[in-house]
């Protein structure tokens, strides 16, 4: 079987292997495990090399087919989306041609022409993985609404099995829940009951860009140092934000708090998992987040947001702690919950419910939707 993947993720090429951002390309990797061939099609930059989180494709018999990255954000990317995207049509469909099935990552750019290219191949088996926030009422780009019209139109888009974060009523049967994974079984690790009259310890983990809060994040540890709950961040990702992050951490006096380590690999992240009592996550958006499920694996209470499908990972708060975007509002959600709620409790029913979404598992479910769509 050819796997032909379409794709708004950046790669890099070194010592004849193709790189791209680590999370996306070990599924792909387990994707590619049960084809013959795999066909990607996606950005590619040349000017610099793999990064800190990027992994390489696995695959024996990869082709890359390269496509221009563009945005819509200004003027004159508008105008170059106009030369660029007949340019990514034509190779879509290109690609689409010589695949046993077609396999769209979405939501993005590319994922936006490559839903319209699939409308020509009704017979081929496809899927889609959505890796963006399904809800239907939740606000979000036109083009990202157009890109889930299409793909819930079961006259436009046949033979496809569309897979999103969390259970949403009253979808078409052809869009499915399929929960992303970081760890295997083998990863598993017994409960374990933390100290809460200890220091309190938090893990961040996500790119230090506004739609994150990492600023808000920083301020909630501050905060909750001032009334009398001694607390410290551990922070890690890097981003645009960080010169910014650093100046405030400087200015307030709070070294002691906050811990900034940027991009670190996956077992350094895990063994902080392991000993954190919290992991925070204020997010604007998301799809499935990724840092929330991956401490909870280790008995991590999360504090989140309510977007996207995290009321359900969270249960509704029997899981975890919803918190509003608003640093008053969510040191008054923290602190009833360290006061009143029984944590021991939070992260046991958190670790039970997120070691169920393993490798393993995802394995299964990517070889049912490669073998019998």
Partial sequence: MKLAIF????????????FGYGPYIREMNLWGYYV???????PLNKKSDPGTIDVAYE????TFFKVPAFNLLSVMQVIRSILV??????????VMAMADHIHLR?????????????????????????AGNWDPNSQQPWSYKLQQAILRNRFLTRNM?????????????????????TYYDKDKVPFKKRDFDQILEFVFAASL?????????????????????????????????RIELEAYITENRIRDQINLYGNRDIQE????????????????????????????????????????????????????????????????????????????????????????????????EIKSVLLEV
């Fill in 7 to 18: 794709t708004i993720v950046q790669h890099t090429k070194k010592n004849q292997q193709l």
């Fill in 36 to 42: 013959e061939e795999m066909l990607v099609c996606g």
């Fill in 59 to 62: 695959h024996s018999r990869l």
């Fill in 85 to 94: 995207i007949p340019i990514i049509f034509i190779q879509c469909i290109r």
């Fill in 106 to 130: 979405c939501p993005g750019n590319i994922g936006l022409i490559a839903c319209v290219c699939q409308i020509l191949f009704p017979r081929k088996p496809k899927s889609t993985k959505y």
């Fill in 161 to 181: 099995k569309v897979l999103v974060y969390g259970e949403w009523p009253n979808e078409p049967e052809h869009i499915i829940p399929f929960i992303s994974a």
């Fill in 209 to 241: 860009v506004p739609g994150k809060r990492p600023l808000l994040t920083i301020q909630i540890i501050e905060e909750l140092n001032k009334k009398g709950y001694p607390a410290i961040l551990h922070m890690f990702g890097d981003g645009p934000l």
């Fill in 269 to 364: 992240l895990k063994n902080y998992y392991q000993k954190a009592h919290f992991n925070i996550l204020p997010s604007k958006s998301e799809g499935w987040p990724k840092a929330v499920a991956e401490g909870m694996f280790f008995g991590c209470i999360p504090v989140t947001t309510s977007v996207s499908c995290v009321e359900w990972m969270l249960d509704d708060g029997m899981r975890g702690i919803l918190i509003e975007p608003k640093l008053e509002s969510a040191i008054s959600s923290i602190t009833y919950a360290l006061e009143q709620k029984d944590l021991h409790f939070l992260a046991q029913r958190a670790q039970t419910w997120s070691e169920q979404y393993t490798f393993d598992r995802l394995n299964e």
